[in-house]
């Protein structure tokens, strides 16, 4: 069973940074892209940052600039580095890998979510 393990959430000031970080173990199958969305009390899920093999990266439009997305491919693990952070940013984030099951088949798998709070 894939799992997704991911950390870095917390408390942060407004203008301050965080570095959220997601494993994933027992893959099996090719990565095709991993990322990251997020979801804030009363809102839907949204796309914040997505990177596609090989290193292709795409952010929601609210935090160019500001947020970075990377992976480790030896490690299977993404990362997102956020900085000038803003209480609009608080939110649920939660990592996604689609694996290539077969070649016209991929399936997204989710981390548990970790909680970002942006507040003074």
């Known amino acids: 069973q894939v799992q997704l393990v991911e950390s870095g959430g917390g408390l942060v000031q407004p203008g301050g940074s965080l570095r959220l970080s997601c494993a994933a173990s027992?893959?099996?199958?090719?990565?095709?892209?991993m990322g990251w969305y997020r979801q804030a009390p009363g809102k839907e899920r949204e796309l914040v940052a997505t990177?596609?093999?090989?290193?292709?990266?795409e952010y929601a439009d609210s935090v160019k600039g500001r947020f970075t997305i990377s992976r480790d491919a030896a490690k299977n693990t993404v990362y997102l580095e956020m900085n000038s952070l803003k209480p609009d940013d608080t939110a649920v984030y939660y990592c996604?890998?689609?694996?290539?099951?077969?070649?016209?088949?991929?399936?997204?798998?989710w981390g548990q979510g970790t909680q970002v709070t942006v507040s003074s």
């Open positions: 027992k893959i099996g199958f090719v990565i095709n892209a």
């Open positions: 990177i596609r093999n090989p290193t292709r990266t």
């Open positions: 996604y890998t689609d694996l290539q099951i077969d070649v016209a088949y991929v399936k997204r798998y």
